[in-house]
């Protein structure tokens, strides 16, 4: 999802600075995508791609990213919060009750997810202030306040939302949005994997699905209105007229009110 948004914010002309572990030839568990491929993506959409190793469990390293941004920017329009880590050395079943759940399962999801988009989001504050109009969006999952089938996963993405609600209500003073965004069935490296050379359902979306609601509210003057919402990607396709690349505009988990 990272890579699909990053490319639709090349597309918007924007100068994207890509964060992952993942640099070169070195990918993460053996699957595809890389932030020196991602950049060159951005750059070749007509923006301006910027790759940086930067793992954002490690303190010094994210401080060094937005130290990094400030001097060369000076300021930040956008923080895209996209941190996840949760699935990596999974061991237990997804569907497997709590009591057979690990701890570092919980542990995995939290510090890779909630704790990363803390400190980011922190760290980005003084440079979404000196913005125009600054924004975080911050990618959730779910559908709704439907029960997300695993505790530890379902309390870390709840955990993200609410912390999304709180960072809005104190930012909002100083003009700066906060927005969470719950994609749909995205077709991820991961979920390609998984299908396993089979065509995954036709209601999946491509990743850039996900970049083009992130572009929307990025060039939305009155974002501001939503900020602290809880929006899913179909919504916001449905709400700003975006579709996927193949044209098509699936609206997931909306519910009957927003079934087209």
Request: hydrophobic share 35%; glycine share 12%; net charge negative.
């Amino acid at each position: 999802m990272g890579r699909g948004i990053a490319e639709e914010l090349g597309h918007a002309g924007a100068t994207v600075y890509v964060t992952g572990r993942s640099v070169g030839d070195e990918t993460t568990d053996d699957l595809p995508g890389t932030v020196t491929g991602t950049a060159r993506l951005v750059t070749e959409a007509g923006g301006e791609g910027i790759a940086v190793q930067c793992d954002h469990t490690d303190d010094d390293a994210v401080e060094a990213l937005f130290e990094r941004i400030e001097r060369e920017e000076g300021h930040l329009d956008l923080l895209v919060n996209n941190v996840w880590g949760g699935y990596e050395g999974y061991g237990e079943g997804f569907d497997a009750p709590f009591w057979e759940q690990s701890v570092g399962t919980w542990d995995a999801m939290f510090d890779t997810g909630v704790r990363a988009h803390f400190t980011a989001s922190r760290l980005a504050a003084p440079l979404l202030f000196a913005s125009d109009a600054g924004l975080v969006v911050t990618v959730s999952s779910g559908d709704g306040d439907k029960f997300r089938g695993n505790v530890p996963y379902d309390t870390s993405k709840a955990a993200t939302e609410r912390m999304t609600r709180g960072m809005a209500r104190e930012l909002r003073d100083r003009g700066v949005a906060a927005v969470a965004i719950q994609p749909g069935f995205t077709r991820t490296e991961r979920v390609l994997d998984a299908f396993d050379g089979e065509e995954p359902p036709e209601e999946t979306s491509s990743p850039r699905y996900v970049g083009r609601a992130v572009v929307a509210l990025a060039t939305d003057p009155d974002v501001l209105d939503c900020s602290g919402e809880v929006c899913p990607v179909g919504e916001l396709a449905f709400a700003y007229g975006f579709t996927d690349v193949d044209g098509s505009q699936p609206q997931f988990a909306l519910g009957e009110e927003w079934a087209l």
